[in-house]
């Protein structure tokens, strides 16, 4: 979208305005001509956005809707059945609308901004009228940030003949005789279109989780309307918990909110959901902690699969577990497994496990992976299963469950090495799908590092019934 915006501007700009304006140093030509560009892109924005951001605001509900029917989703186990998605909720057309009336009064800034670099730089440093009117218009979309840089561009190569010269990734040997006007206006133009591309990545990409995030949300949201959901819920920020995890991010890890109540940046900046910055990859969920609160404060409990049952008959009421002080890292840990086991928080769990609990088996590539975790990832790492593991042990003592369990792990064939840590299932279906051969075991309840009915879990692949096992624990 910001590129079909970017060449509505650019088109809208005449050449040989812009020349004159340079020429004669009329500031008022200049404006005219560039407020007239930084006005139609923000016209092409606010004619597509809100539309677009309302199609995938309404996708994302209804494919939760979808999940939400098929499994529990976060409602209670009577109102699995029956969930819709209403597209034409006012809420929803609202959100889109100020979403996009927000994103288009930045990116009209933005572009201000950029072309006011570009003008002032182009007087400072003498760039010819002709040039500086070429050199303006694919800049028309960019950032300030960015049209300094192709600013830059052109000045390095202007002061490097026959050199090689970056921009970006991309290598441009300057000729020997020296660069051209053309050859610094080609290259230029290059250079802004591969910046307007990522830029354009970076939009499609941030607004995509704004919109799905928010199209979560506003399922919960008219599942309280419905009465199918209670209206004190809470949600829980949710990292994607691998080696690209950013401060901004991490620091709002785990945090809780109600499902009308913001959640804190690290700057104070209060946002309704993910994304937290641009390129984001945050998602949010109902947290688990919550409900167990509930099943206890009403006398409920839960099976292994996560199934409500009446208390007696040998289950057991759970209780309310108590928070770990070390929580925090355990989720980061959990996350960090659920969503690659052999990424860096992924590898520093299971070195992480051999160390705090001395539990025996392999670890993929130890000596590699002993390479890419530091001292001070091993210490926290051993916080975070310290964490993972007393809670998992607390959940599932008071929630009734046998010293044994019974579980399943789908292979494509067998083998004989055992892991430091593994993960099974306790549904057989659930195993047949990630394998032709299907194992079975039965493992003690103290084998169990995780599962998915604790609070400390990861809201991702709640569906899988995964059990997080320690087959060397011996203790």
Known sequence: MIIAAARVGRQS?????????????????????????????????????PGELTRVLNASGQAAATAATRSSG?????????????????????????????LVTRISEETRGAIREVVRSAFETGVPPKAAARLIRPLIGLTERDAQAVINLRQRLLDSPGDLVYAGKTRIRVPR??????????????????????????????ETIAASNEGQRELWLQAVDEGLLDENEQREWITAGDDRLCPICESMDGQVRGLAEPFETPDGEEVMGPPAHPMCRCAQGITERQRQEERAASNECHDVNGQFCETGGGTGSPGAVAKHPNEREGRKMVRGWVSDSN?????????????????????????????????????????????????????LIRSGIGSEIVLYRGIDKPRARRNVVESWTSDLNVARSFGAHVMQITVRREQILAYHGSPIWSNQHKHEKEFVVLPGLTK
């Open 343 to 395: 990424s860096k928080v992924g590898v520093t769990m299971k070195l992480a496990i051999r160390e705090e609990l001395g539990a025996k088996g392999a670890v993929f590539d130890p000596e590699k992976a002993a390479g890419r975790v530091s001292s001070k990832d091993l210490l926290e790492g051993r916080k975070g299963v310290r964490a993972i593991y007393d809670t998992t042990q607390e959940t």
């Open 177 to 206: 005789e020296g660069a051209s006007e053309e050859f610094l206006g080609d290259k230029a133009d290059e250079y802004a279109d591969r910046l307007l591309n990522g830029r354009a990545v970076s939009i499609a990409r941030t």
């Open 74 to 102: 976060g409602f209670r186990a009577a109102d699995r059945i029956g969930v819709s998605f209403k597209k034409t909720n006012p809420r929803a057309v609202a959100w889109a609308e100020t979403r996009s009336a927000t």
């Open 13 to 49: 700009v005449s050449l040989e305005m812009l020349e004159r304006g340079f020429v004669t140093h009329d500031m008022h030509v200049l404006d005219a001509a560039l407020e007239t560009a930084a006005d139609k892109v923000s016209e092409v924005f606010a004619d597509a956005l």
